[in-house]
């Protein structure tokens, strides 16, 4: 199984109950969070035909990067996101 690493936000009082079931439950809060979406998102479900869509849909996502790519040379985009977070 291929494993992809993402950043979720939540309301502090929600991130709050998720670490105490966590530390109660003596797991990581990303496997409380795993658990809770395989509830709602089943891999087995998934149909072949949707796969070969995201794969195609990725395909052409990667090629409109390629295009872009030359339009953000020496832009960084980490500074500028960060210069909109921290931005009051």
Do not use: C, H
Request: cysteine-free; overall charge positive.
């Amino acid at each position: 199984m291929n494993w992809v690493a993402t950043n979720i936000r939540f309301p502090e009082d929600q991130y709050q109950k998720l670490k105490y079931k966590a530390a109660k439950e003596r797991r990581s809060i990303a496997s409380v969070v795993r658990e809770a979406t395989a509830k709602v998102v089943k891999p087995d479900e998934t149909k072949p035909e949707l796969k070969l869509k995201a794969k195609k849909f990725m395909a052409e996502l990667e090629k409109i990067a390629q295009g872009n790519a030359k339009y953000t040379k020496g832009f960084d985009s980490v500074k500028a996101l960060r210069e909109i977070r921290y931005s009051k």
